[in-house]
């Protein structure tokens, strides 16, 4: 009697976790960060932790993102972060395109930051390592240096340290002599608004403060927007427009990697056709293993 091969086994293994299951975890996944994007490899990580027997190769998908194309109609690409693939929900992102608020467009941009915790540390955060951008739809997003915005995306330019300093210096010019004299000399320091915070509370004039700088930053953003020339909503695309982009958007990146893929299957063919001794005297670099084993 034959005994029954690794990959036999590793098969029947994966059995055991329904397809529809990893399925539902994706999308449950995308649903709890929603309206933030989740990076391939960040799916991959949240997803080993809860299925670690789940292996897309053994079901015959080459990678994750292949499995998410075929399996997944509720989850799609919407950017890329570096080399990386960033992912959202199909729903959500229609309606985020979809949407056009009523109210002046600066005012609708504004409501965006006010409740993206993400875009609103980045703008805040001179030395961020993410910038703020506008899509073309009117959308806020805030993406890491190293990611690629689409050509139509225009920055929005954070807040700068002077006018931070500023809104520091402006807000202690409205008290009395005793509270400039503990507050302003924090002006002086390097990091000034850790010291400048403190001695904040113990005057007990942190919430006034917090609100005196709310409101200024609001005011710097809504200049910016106004700088990019925007004064008013494009007209949404109807959804069936909105769809057919999406599907072209899909096709367009499954051609691209046509050519990648052909010289893929060659060098898997060639390492297929090697012995052990073979295989055991490749050298590989660490960090293509680490991508292999982090994205499974």
């Known amino acids: 009697m034959s005994l029954p091969t690794p990959l036999t086994l590793l098969t029947k293994v994966i059995k055991m976790t ?4 990893v399925v539902d975890f994706l999308v449950r996944t995308l649903q709890q960060v929603s309206p933030r994007s989740l990076t391939g490899t960040e799916l991959a990580i ?19 993102r292949d499995f998410i194309r075929k399996r997944v109609p509720d989850i799609v690409e919407v950017g890329r972060a570096g080399m990386d693939v960033q992912y959202s929900l ?4 229609l309606k985020l395109e979809i949407e056009s608020p009523s109210r002046d467009f600066s005012d609708s941009t504004l409501d965006q930051l006010m409740k993206d915790a993400r875009a609103w540390k980045t703008f805040t955060s001179p030395d961020s390592p993410f910038r703020l951008y506008l899509t073309e739809r009117g959308i806020v997003r805030s993406m890491h240096s190293n990611s690629r915005p689409l050509p139509e995306w225009r920055e929005i330019q954070r807040i700068s340290p002077e006018a931070l300093l500023q809104i520091g210096k402006d807000f202690t010019a409205d008290l009395d002599e005793l509270q400039k004299s503990i507050l302003v000399p924090t002006f002086q320091e390097p990091k000034w608004w850790f010291p400048f915070f403190d001695r904040l509370q113990s005057l007990n004039l942190k919430y006034k403060w917090v609100e005196f700088r709310r409101n200024r930053i609001r005011e710097e953003f809504k200049k910016r927007i106004e700088d990019l020339g925007t004064l008013s909503l494009p007209q949404p ?5 909105i769809l057919a982009l999406v599907t072209q958007a899909s096709a367009a990146a499954s051609a691209q990697t046509q050519s990648e893929l052909s010289i893929r299957k060659i060098a898997a063919d060639v390492v297929q056709r090697m012995t052990e001794s073979e295989l055991r005297g490749l050298n590989l670099p660490l960090g293509y293993v680490v991508d292999s084993l982090t994205t499974r």
């Open 18 to 21: 329904e397809i529809s299951v």
């Open 90 to 93: 199909k729903d959500t992102q």
């Open 46 to 64: 949240f997803l080993k932790a809860a299925h670690p027997e789940f292996i897309s190769e053994a079901l015959g998908y080459r990678t994750l």
């Open 237 to 241: 695309q109807p959804q069936e427009a």
